[in-house]
């Protein structure tokens, strides 16, 4: 016999790159959005049913009002690690678990190459692997995994709205070397 899904609250909030969303359980977050083309669009992704669990809309308070100011305030070019906010990744693979610890030490301002992140794991030639966690992280930004790029230091694959813009983005808001930096050509 399976355990019960629980029940989810959701809320959207703004930020300084949009409408961004927010999704938690008594254990801590279970969902974040980077904002999509409209507010609805975010608030639907957001909302989606987990496994058949009830979704209530309401206002963050405590840890999770606390996450959303530091998200904010991240965004807006006030970096944090925002290691400090609670998730939960129940019913998440073992596996995908520890890439997302390793991804979410990666301090602001630094990347690792999905190799480096498969080396740490004591998996040498799992990058692929490592890629397809990283593509079903459902906590982007607070697990970064905006900061893991390709061996060559390229932009590929990221899943959330924007794709590679918004890797981009992130990693220039967070004055990450060789990203928003004016060139000479």
Not at 83 to 93: A, H, S
Not at 109 to 125: E, I, K, M
Request: hydrophobic share 45%; proline share 8%; aromatic share 6%.
């Amino acid at each position: 016999m399976s355990a019960p899904v629980r029940p989810f609250s959701a809320a959207l909030f703004d930020t300084a790159v949009g409408v961004c969303a927010i999704a938690w359980s008594d254990a801590g977050v279970i969902r974040f959005q980077l904002p999509e083309a409209d507010p609805d669009a975010t608030r639907t992704r957001i909302t989606r049913s987990r496994a058949g669990a009830e979704v209530r809309e309401e206002e963050p308070g405590g840890a999770i009002a606390e996450a959303v100011a530091g998200v904010r305030a991240h965004l807006a070019g006030e970096l944090d690690d925002l290691r400090w906010i609670p998730v939960d990744l129940g019913g998440v693979p073992e596996f995908h678990r520890s890439v997302y610890d390793i991804t979410r030490a990666i301090d602001p301002g630094h990347t690792l190459s999905y190799g480096q992140v498969a080396d740490r794991l004591g998996l040498p030639g799992a990058a692929q692997a490592v890629g397809q966690a990283l593509g079903r992280n459902p906590i982007p930004l607070i697990i970064p995994c905006h900061r893991v790029l390709a061996a060559d230091h390229a932009l590929h694959g990221f899943s959330a709205p924007g794709e590679i813009d918004t890797k981009a983005r992130l990693l220039e808001i967070e004055r990450t070397p060789g990203f928003g930096e004016p060139t000479l050509f």
